[in-house]
């Protein structure tokens, strides 16, 4: 069973950086698209960035500022964030989707971690 494990989360001020790294086991990544949501205080799950082995795709928000990265052999998939904002509070979570060809969609994504939390304050 594959398990997907988020680290590099915490407290950040306004334009500062972290990046996130998530390490998956029991499973390779298999080519499989592999993406970041992130979920706010009282709201839903939003996309944040995916990639597939050829292409990479984010969200309107965080483009220029956040720059997802994927190592298939070593198994783990990263998430620099740069110039945080306070609106990117949140927790980040990673996720697999068992599908080749690059996909946004939250539903498509059927293996998730259980996230790390991202606070940014002005």
């Known amino acids: 069973q594959v398990r997907l494990v988020e680290s590099g989360g915490g407290l950040a001020q306004a334009g500062d950086s972290l990046r996130l790294s998530c390490v998956i086991s029991g499973s390779f990544l298999d080519n499989y698209v592999m993406g970041w949501f992130r979920q706010a205080p009282g709201k839903g799950r939003e996309f944040v960035a995916a990639?597939?082995?050829?292409?990479?795709e984010y969200a309107y928000s965080v483009k220029g500022r956040f720059f997802i990265s994927r190592d298939d052999r070593a198994k783990t998939l990263n998430l620099q964030m740069n110039n945080l904002k306070p609106e990117d509070t949140g927790i980040y979570f990673c996720?697999?989707?068992?599908?080749?060809?690059?996909?946004?969609?939250?539903?498509?994504?059927?293996?998730w971690g259980q996230g790390t939390q991202v606070t940014v304050s002005s």
């Open positions: 996720a697999r989707a068992r599908q080749f060809g690059l996909t946004t969609i939250l539903t498509d994504f059927d293996s």
């Open positions: 990639a597939s082995v050829s292409e990479s």
